[in-house]
């Protein structure tokens, strides 16, 4: 699976939309970026995942640039619970299933 | 979705003893994986659970040191011997369903997680 890199730690205002970059210059053409979140002292929970086209759901959007090396993950208008570790993770998908593997992550902290 | 329970959700060991930890499954599931995370880093995946086989390890990770099983398509055990206090970390269980369909859309869900802290 190709690595990611994402900034250690991110602020943002309640309210706001929070934007978390990713990069993944070596993606492969099957690999599909995947955004999970970790709030504390709570399991990994899924967020949103992509292949090449943006996409929109309850939680966020996804944004993923035209090369596919990177990608951003927004929350339009976060919320203090909205606080906490996000992580991108790319990965092929197979219909045997396949396993996450983690990076660092970012820490988002959303201030009020 | 799937739910997930662990037990249990906490404990505080001796070294040198074992203690093995439950993961259950509201639903029957493709995958099941144990994951381990150290006081301030990020997750680390242990071993993936295989149904009527021995489980696949990680690099580093060694089924003397962290034997599982999977009895059935819900339930696996992760026991963690001859503690140490190296091994104080959150252990969490994960499972995934893969539906059919294409889209990417493995859906991997993680449960509470057992806090472990060995003195």
Known sequence: DAKT???TSMDCAEGRAANLPCNHSTISGN???????????????????G???????EMASLIITEDRKSSTLILPHATLRDTAVYYCIVRVFKTSGSRLTFGEGT???VNP | SAVISQKPSRDICQRGTSLTIQCQ??????????????PGQ???????????????????FVIDKFPISRPNLTFSTLTVS????????????????????????????FGPGTRLTVT
Request: hydrophobic residues 25%; negative net charge; glycine residues 6%.
């Open chain 1, 31 to 49: 690999e599909y970026v995947y955004w999970y979140r970790q709030i504390h002292s709570q399991g990994p929970q899924y967020i949103i995942h």
């Open chain 1, 5 to 7: 890199t994402q900034p």
């Open chain 2, 82 to 109: 001859n503690m140490s206090p190296e091994d104080s970390s959150i252990y969490l269980c994960s499972v995934g369903t893969y539906p059919s369909t294409s889209g990417g859309r493995n859906e991997q869900y």
């Open chain 1, 107 to 109: 820490q988002l902290t």
């Open chain 2, 42 to 60: 990020s997750l680390t995946l242990i071993a993936t659970a295989n149904q009527g086989s021995e489980a696949t390890y990680e690099s580093g």
């Open chain 1, 51 to 57: 292949l090449k086209n943006n996409e929109t759901n």
């Open chain 2, 25 to 38: 499954v509201d639903s029957q599931v493709t995958m099941m994986f144990w994951y381990r995370q150290q």
